[in-house]
């Protein structure tokens, strides 16, 4: 029965591999990892880049701009501010938070994209105002490496 059952279970392996370099066995090199920035904190090909979307946004009278932001993250860092922008994409339930990127049509050194955690959701398209803290350089691992985000975030608008 034992050597019914370690068959099954070393055919089910070899099933399942789908070439060389792959299935369960099949561990990432050191030199892949280093190659893919899994080491170094570069952003990784799992991360995605994201898209600049045509938006122009009026900043409510509190609020700072990304494209200010990004310029004096240094001394914005973990103080709370307000920022206005259109939802460009959702993740919802990572890591028990909602992960919301939004775009308010300003950059500074090609950041033009704002990532914000929150228990709260919005729709893609739908222009809103966050307030949160700021964090600089967070990295969760995996390749998920942020230079600025905003933690705790809070729709007010």
Same mark, same amino acid.
């Given at each position: 029965?034992?050597?019914?059952?370690?068959?099954?279970?070393?055919?089910?392996?070899?099933?399942?591999?789908?070439?060389? &370099?792959?299935?369960?066995?099949?561990? +990432?090199?050191?030199?892949?990892?280093? !190659?893919? #920035?899994?080491? /170094?904190?570069?952003?990784?090909?799992?991360?995605?880049?994201?898209?600049?979307?045509?938006?122009?946004?009026?900043?409510?009278?509190?609020?700072i701009?990304?494209?200010?932001?990004?310029?004096?993250?240094?001394?914005?860092?973990?103080?709370?501010?307000?920022?206005?922008?259109?939802?460009t &994409?959702?993740?919802?339930?990572?890591? +028990?938070?909602?992960?919301?990127?939004? !775009?308010? #049509?300003?950059? /500074?050194?090609?950041?033009f994209?704002?990532?914000?955690?929150?228990?709260?959701?919005?729709?893609?398209?739908?222009?809103?105002?966050f307030?949160?803290?700021?964090?600089?350089?967070?990295?969760?691992?995996?390749?998920?490496?942020?230079?600025?985000l905003?933690?705790?975030?809070?729709?007010? &608008?």
């Open positions: 029965m034992n050597k019914l059952i370690i068959s099954l279970a070393i055919s089910l392996l070899i099933i399942s591999c789908k070439g060389p &370099k792959s299935g369960p066995l099949v561990k +990432e090199s050191f030199e892949e990892k280093e !190659q893919s #920035g899994m080491m /170094t904190g570069k952003q990784s090909p799992m991360q995605p880049v994201p898209v600049k979307a045509d938006i122009k946004v009026e900043p409510c009278s509190d609020c701009t990304i494209g200010k932001l990004v310029a004096d993250k240094k001394s914005l860092s973990g103080k709370k501010i307000r920022v206005t922008g259109v939802v &994409k959702v993740n919802e339930a990572i890591m +028990e938070k909602n992960w919301i990127h939004i !775009q308010d #049509g300003t950059e /500074t050194d090609g950041v994209d704002l990532t914000i955690t929150t228990s709260q959701i919005a729709s893609v398209g739908e222009t809103v105002t307030e949160g803290r700021i964090a600089l350089d967070k990295d969760f691992g995996y390749g998920y490496f942020y230079n600025i905003m933690e705790e975030g809070l729709i007010i &608008k």
